[in-house]
């Protein structure tokens, strides 16, 4: 497995409150993602970066938002968490700025109640 | 915007049979189809690929074919194997590392 670690794996949080979710990487690729996962949609990309203090919104990206301060680390923020954030969330990296393989974290899976 | 539609949603099959999955997408910029496949609780890991100078790649029982004027793509799995029950995805991608997903098809092999 690539090294990607996300933590926590699990959550549960009530509405209104602030969440952060970590993905940290140990194979210094440039590019990191968050993705959200919900049953009939796919995985649809929230937020990505394409290096340090770089970074830009993805497909569902309203009520989240993301910093990177080192390569290793991508955090992804719930401001004010939601019922409607409910899901799994995975972390990717991948090595080019071409379409290439991306390495998938182990997801976390928060609940927002 | 970008799309892709995956087919079946769900698609059970007997063990040592064939099975196909479709993705139709949109973005005619795409050059970039990978497939992955996710078991249960864990991230999703590539099995095959494919660019859009290629029109076919096999990897053992696995092959996925790419008809870049109709845009849709293909895997297939052939001598399916009750491993080989999971989630798999679709996905296309261009320049940037982005990735855009079908919505999963649940593969379930019977012995």
């Known amino acids: 497995d690539a090294g990607i670690t996300q933590s926590p794996r699990h959550k549960v949080t009530e509405t209104g409150t602030p969440v952060t979710l970590r993905c940290h990487q140990t194979?210094?690729?440039?590019?990191m993602y968050w993705y959200r996962q919900d049953p009939g949609h796919g995985l649809r990309l929230i937020h990505y970066?394409?290096?340090?203090?770089?970074?830009d919104k993805g497909e569902v990206s309203d009520g989240y938002s993301v910093s990177r301060s080192k390569t290793e680390d991508f955090l992804l923020t719930l401001e004010s968490a939601t019922s409607s954030q409910t899901s799994v969330y995975f972390c990717?990296?991948?090595?080019?700025?071409?379409?290439?393989?991306?390495?998938f974290g182990q997801g976390t899976r928060l609940t927002v109640v | 915007g970008e799309n892709v539609e995956q087919h079946p949603s769900t698609l059970s099959v007997q063990e040592g049979d064939s099975a196909v999955i479709k993705c139709t997408y949109s973005?005619?910029?795409?050059?970039?189809f990978p497939w992955y496949k996710q078991e249960l609780g864990k991230g999703p890991q590539l099995i095959i690929d494919?660019?859009?100078?290629?029109g076919e790649k096999k990897d053992q029982r696995i092959a996925v074919t790419l008809n870049k004027t109709a845009k849709h793509f293909s895997l297939h799995i052939t001598e399916t194997q009750p491993e080989d029950s999971a989630v798999y995805f679709c996905?296309?991608?261009?320049?940037?590392?982005?990735?855009?997903f079908g919505q999963g098809t649940e593969l379930s092999v019977k012995p």
């Open positions: 194979e210094n690729h440039r590019y």
């Open positions: 494919i660019r859009s100078n290629v």
């Open positions: 973005d005619s910029a795409s050059n970039y």
């Open positions: 996905a296309e991608g261009n320049q940037g590392g982005k990735l855009i």
């Open positions: 970066s394409y290096g340090v203090k770089d970074t």
């Open positions: 990717a990296i991948s090595e080019l700025d071409r379409a290439t393989e991306a390495f």
